[in-house]
């Protein structure tokens, strides 16, 4: 079971969290559970850290900011012992946690269990801080904001849990944002290449490394909301959304009336930017010359568009990244112009990028078609377009992005009744 | 160097907690630091833990509170890094500084410092979080309230430090509390005997723990303000009050014409009470019957008085103890009424000790005489008497407790000119 920053944000809070915890226990099973830092800790703690000093040190940040979690998961353990149940914390460098030394972006490589699970066995609830881990040297790290939802994976993976309950503030993952279409239905299924795409499109429900690596092991996730009625009984009936490979969907749908959709849900990004570099020499090294300095920086380029050579040998080459990197970009491209050889660049950050995401299309060539002409009925133009085996996505103006979604979620029929 | 919590209050003042560490090392010295919690932080961490689990459980108390000086050891370390200098963490389980496993009042017992001597060598700046340490089972401990001033002791002792610097709000050790005696003037040394006795009756500068071990260790601890001018040269010329052995403090005084004072300080402590109990039968066993239980139940009794047997074989035992176990003391003293054979107990809170202290009394017999007729002139009547090799203790009316502090800082010839 794993609760964020809103569920752990005070006394009352992380009591209501102890009842929770307790009846999965009551109900006969053998529980961890990974906890956030209170809601405003994590950021209070960064504050700190940057008021110190801009350009901080990475591994004593983490020293800072990893207390957080320190704090809530001894308070959740104090809590649940006043329920009456067993329960103790184990902090990252206690299991261990081991991770990479990529201090405040570290990833998990192994977690040792066997402390863990011999207290799980004797009826101890085990407590785990997110978020946190051990380098190679022994120092304190972290693993990037959102990174409990990763822990919580990992510490699954490590115990071979049943299932991993992340708890949120919505009740599920939706065919769409809820705030911008009504009429969004909340999935009781979705599968991890699916949920990689809604994650990584903007549909902010859980962080997409824990997606990746819940997909890597095998491990079943749920999404559910921690507001629940805490009188009610355990969730065994899946109040929220099951996150599960292909394989497992398609044995639970057989032998039941449910049809696989062909689409599952449409996502939109407001996040991303545009940049057209005109007339680039249409010659082998140009483009690589262009994305190979954005790789090296980091920025993660994602729908390229480059246009057949005009007759000039030359051609206009577009693509988007973050809005949060568009002037390193621009920097990095200004100070290339000669090498790389363009004309001109034009940067665009009104732009949002709408994607329509479904395990089913891969055998449906009409996907694309649907989306096109739902989109040039209502007049929306597209900017660009970029394709997956389970994703068709368009980069349009971001004035019409609520618009498109609503159209494209009634095209596709997701609509509730 | 040792920070306390005011001076590790908020960005601005750990940045110049910063420059007083950066400029003793430019003075030339190797410097490890420890630090407590910014003031109000750990109450807040107490609190919350009170809030969860009214009997919580001390080793997950341990795991919360024990994040506010990790917060202040990264923080501190990171503002080192601002001001130029390396500096780097050093969290009570990576060194570790191994203790017992008396969760919320642990003791040290060793602190491995190899890793912790080369980094110092090597010209980094070793920041270490006070009041936390690790169990023989590997889980978080705590020290107790006020335990960063023993973290440091400890920590200059494992270092073989030169001097061991705590920093707080007042600039030394004085002759009295200069609230009460606006004469009292700054002790420019003080034995670590006379600071014991200074300590444990009221004057609250440092942790007794800390001296006693600062004592066993022979670490020169020196109290000094943390509100220094900044600027100032560093701190060779000892600003504050230095705490050595009684044969170190010879060998300073041996050829300069400073003299050993007879009398070093008054103390005063009003968090006394006072036990009568009368009519105690004379016979064997009889003390023992009241003093065994209260050294049980963990009750700190200090003076004692008992007057010679009357005719009937009867006498009156009168005792103190502090007044936060006078409840306490009480009950148990009510439940062994009949066992300890006595006919009234009666309790008195509103009484104070005054204490004259001093290594130098030991080979003058008048400190006493001094002291009894300074008080009789003013018409100061004293309750009970306790003497030790460097003390002489008066109880007295708790109203009285200034007028006769005052009072003996004269007759002692304490007084600034």
């Keep these: 079971m794993k609760f964020g920053g809103t569920s752990m944000a005070g006394t009352e809070r992380i009591r209501r969290v102890a009842g929770i915890v307790k009846r ?4 006969g099973h053998e529980v961890a559970v990974v906890v956030s830092a209170m809601a405003g800790e ?5 504050n700190f850290c940057r008021e110190a000093n ?3 040190d990475r591994a004593e940040y983490d020293v800072v900011v990893a207390a957080g979690e320190q704090i809530t998961s001894g308070l959740l353990a104090l809590h649940l012992q006043a329920l009456g149940c067993k329960a103790r914390s184990w902090l990252g460098w206690q299991l261990p946690v081991r991770t990479d030394d990529a201090h405040a972006a570290a990833r998990i490589e192994d977690i040792t269990s066997d402390a863990l699970l011999a207290s799980m066995a004797a009826g101890e609830i085990a407590v785990i801080p997110g978020f946190q881990g051990l380098d190679p040297d022994g120092r304190v790290t972290t693993l990037g904001r959102g990174g409990s939802d990763t822990s919580a994976v990992a510490v699954a993976a490590a115990v071979q849990a049943d299932r991993c309950d992340i708890y949120t503030d919505v009740d599920g993952v939706y065919t769409t ?8 239905r909340k999935l009781k299924y979705v599968t991890y290449e699916e949920m990689l795409e809604l994650a990584s499109v903007g549909s902010k429900v859980l962080q997409t490394r824990s997606v990746s690596l819940a997909m890597k092991e095998g491990v079943r996730v749920q999404v559910l909301s921690s507001f629940i009625d805490e009188s009610a009984p355990p969730a065994d009936s899946i109040p929220g959304t099951m996150i599960v490979s292909d394989e497992e969907l398609a044995k639970i749908l057989e032998g039941t009336d449910m049809e696989r959709q062909l689409i599952t849900g449409i996502a939109a990004d407001k996040n991303e930017a545009k940049v057209t570099l005109t007339r680039v020499a249409d010659r082998p090294g140009a483009v690589a010359a262009i994305f190979g300095p954005l790789a090296e920086a980091n920025i993660n380029v994602d729908m390229i568009i480059q246009n057949i050579a005009k007759d000039k040998g030359e051609t206009d080459v577009t693509f988007t990244c973050p809005q949060a990197d568009l002037a390193r970009t621009q920097a990095l491209l200004e100070e290339r112009k000669e090498q790389i050889g363009y004309y001109r660049m034009i940067a665009d950050s009104k732009v949002a990028k709408v994607s329509v995401v479904g395990v089913g299309m891969r055998s449906h060539a009409g996907v694309a078609a649907t989306m096109f002409k739902a989109l040039a009925d209502r007049g929306i133009n597209i900017q660009a377009i970029s394709t997956s ?12 992005v609520e618009l498109a979604v609503r159209v494209l979620h009634t095209a596709y029929e997701l609509d509730a009744a």
């Design 24 to 27: 999965q226990q009551e109900a």
């Design 42 to 46: 994590t950021d209070r703690l960064v």
């Design 54 to 56: 801009a350009l901080y």
């Design 177 to 184: 944002d809820p705030r911008i279409v009504a009429k969004a």
């Design 389 to 400: 085996e389970i994703k068709v996505s368009v980069l349009i103006d971001s004035d019409e």
